[in-house]
């Protein structure tokens, strides 16, 4: 079954950040200077990032067992976390005396504009979710923010009767407004803070930018659509 409301599994709530947390000064790290001016500071370096994502492939793999995955990934901000994940099961499976067959398809949602949620989810495209009856899914997410995003595109993809949908997500967002939807897997859990980097936009801008960082307010006036 995918993420509950009930009871978050054991991996689904991740490193937890919280609301107190300072961030890191961005005077510590390198970044692109396009951007200097635009963020507050930055909410997970890099480096912990890839770590933490190594850890979840290693935990996919444990609770799925080794069966053939079919790996959907969340366009577009969950394309970099989608392709470092896969990366990490490929290579436990190369290391592995049981093969993996891993097929990775994309989706593209959209449920924000500029920083405020639309309330609704629109699948952009022609994806077709018939071709995954019968198949064990692994939807790959950028953010989990309220749930409702993530439990509508679950009801399509459950009218056609997959075999298993687990969720992984980057990030989960403390939110008042979250319906308590939990990922299966989670990288990090962070305060009501609208983040950057890492391949997660702001109107398509700060995709690269390597390090998860906290936008300013004149960050998001310049480049508001």
Same mark, same amino acid.
């Given at each position: 079954m995918a993420g509950s409301s009930e009871e978050a599994p054991d991996y689904g709530r991740g490193i937890v950040i919280m609301d107190d947390w300072p961030g890191y000064d961005l005077n510590l790290f390198t970044y692109p200077q396009h951007y200097y001016g635009d963020l507050e500071y930055v909410l997970i370096p890099h480096g912990i990032i890839v770590d933490r994502i190594e850890r979840l492939a290693k935990d996919i793999m444990k609770d799925i067992g080794y069966c053939d995955i079919m790996v959907l990934c969340v366009l577009k901000g969950g394309y970099k976390f989608c392709a470092d994940l896969v990366e990490h099961l490929k290579?436990?499976?190369?290391?592995?005396?049981?093969?993996?067959?891993?097929?990775v398809d994309f989706i593209r949602l959209k449920s924000y504009r500029n920083d405020q949620s639309m309330g609704e989810m629109q699948i952009i495209g022609g994806y077709d979710l018939s071709t995954l009856a019968g198949k064990n899914v692994l939807i790959v997410e950028d953010v989990v923010g309220t749930g409702r995003t993530m439990k509508a595109l679950l009801s399509s993809i459950e009218k056609y009767k997959p075999n298993m949908v687990k969720v992984a997500s980057l990030l989960v967002k403390r939110t008042p407004r979250s319906d308590g939807f939990r990922p299966n897997y989670a990288g990090?859990?962070?305060?009501? *803070?609208?983040?950057?980097? +890492?391949? *997660?936009?702001?109107?398509? +801008?700060?995709r690269d930018l390597n390090h998860i960082c906290v936008i300013n307010e004149h960050g998001k006036e310049k480049y508001r659509v």
């Amino acid at each position: 079954m995918a993420g509950s409301s009930e009871e978050a599994p054991d991996y689904g709530r991740g490193i937890v950040i919280m609301d107190d947390w300072p961030g890191y000064d961005l005077n510590l790290f390198t970044y692109p200077q396009h951007y200097y001016g635009d963020l507050e500071y930055v909410l997970i370096p890099h480096g912990i990032i890839v770590d933490r994502i190594e850890r979840l492939a290693k935990d996919i793999m444990k609770d799925i067992g080794y069966c053939d995955i079919m790996v959907l990934c969340v366009l577009k901000g969950g394309y970099k976390f989608c392709a470092d994940l896969v990366e990490h099961l490929k290579n436990i499976s190369r290391n592995s005396d049981r093969f993996v067959s891993m097929k990775v398809d994309f989706i593209r949602l959209k449920s924000y504009r500029n920083d405020q949620s639309m309330g609704e989810m629109q699948i952009i495209g022609g994806y077709d979710l018939s071709t995954l009856a019968g198949k064990n899914v692994l939807i790959v997410e950028d953010v989990v923010g309220t749930g409702r995003t993530m439990k509508a595109l679950l009801s399509s993809i459950e009218k056609y009767k997959p075999n298993m949908v687990k969720v992984a997500s980057l990030l989960v967002k403390r939110t008042p407004r979250s319906d308590g939807f939990r990922p299966n897997y989670a990288g990090f859990e962070i305060p009501n *803070l609208f983040v950057v980097g +890492y391949a *997660l936009d702001y109107n398509e +801008y700060f995709r690269d930018l390597n390090h998860i960082c906290v936008i300013n307010e004149h960050g998001k006036e310049k480049y508001r659509v």
